[in-house]
């Protein structure tokens, strides 16, 4: 069965790898689902490991709905991904009505050509998931990663293998993937599971600090952007 590890430093990278996984997917702040990992990161993560590295393209956290400017970063970081090496783009776009944007999703596979290409988690947002598995299968979508539009892939299991029996791309299980339930989608027939692993430590006593966090912008539902005309007041304040 292959394990994909979703790693999110060079030393979560090098771990992977010594544990045995078969591949990685490298992205940054897993705390809102991932984002794509700098140039620098990649670099070094591909010099450093000898398996298979499938890089998230993801221009932010929140919705899968992405505006033109964000599309033609998506399409730039595809294209210097294929400059540095990697083997693997894992990204997804979904319409309003949280349909596939075959279009756009497209694009992006034919782009990443030769490389692998999974539609990331986003799916677990899709109402009809048997369409969109026609779509992305048509479209040359190799892997799948999704919980089975649960909370997690457990919750999901028995979606997960009534979709892998529906289509010849691979039906990846992730989210809350464990060491207690690990085996569960091997038993159901699945071919890949998708984890993480994540520890924390490397502690740092911030008490009487204020914090650098900002829960203002841990917001799914909407995208932040710099007002222009916030922007331009401050400025005229002061020019």
């Not at 790693?7 to 045995?20: C, D, P, V, Y």
């Not at 909370?151 to 892998?164: D, M």
């Not at 966090?213 to 710099?226: G, I, W």
Request: glycine share 8%; charged share 20%; proline share 3%.
């Amino acid at each position: 069965m292959l394990v994909e590890v979703c790693a999110n430093s060079l030393e979560s990278a090098k771990n992977a790898e010594r544990a045995g996984a078969d591949r990685i997917e490298l992205c940054s702040e897993l705390g809102v689902g991932g984002i794509t990992p700098s140039a620098g990161l990649i670099q070094l993560v591909i010099r450093e490991l000898s398996i298979p590295v499938h890089v998230l393209i993801r221009p932010r956290g929140g919705h899968f709905t992405y505006s033109e400017t964000e599309f033609e970063v998506m399409k730039a970081d595809i294209l210097a991904c294929k400059d540095l090496g990697v083997h693997g783009i894992v990204s997804g776009i979904l319409m309003k009505d949280f349909s596939v944007d075959v279009e756009r999703t497209k694009v992006l596979v034919e782009l990443a050509k030769p490389m692998h290409f999974t539609f990331h988690r986003a799916f677990d947002w899709v109402d009809s998931p048997l369409e969109a598995i026609k779509q992305l299968e048509a479209m040359g979508v190799q892997t799948i990663l999704t919980s089975g539009g649960e909370a997690s892939a457990e919750n999901g299991i028995k979606k997960l293998a009534t979709w892998q029996k529906e289509t010849s791309m691979t039906i990846m299980a992730g989210g809350g993937v464990s060491p207690n339930n690990a085996s569960k989608f091997k038993q159901i027939g699945l071919q890949a599971i998708h984890c993480s692993g994540t520890s924390f430590g490397n502690r740092v006593d911030l008490e009487g600090k204020i914090s650098m966090n900002s829960a203002k912008h841990l917001v799914e539902d909407e995208v932040a952007v710099s007002n222009l005309e916030t922007l331009t007041s401050i400025v005229r304040a002061v020019k």
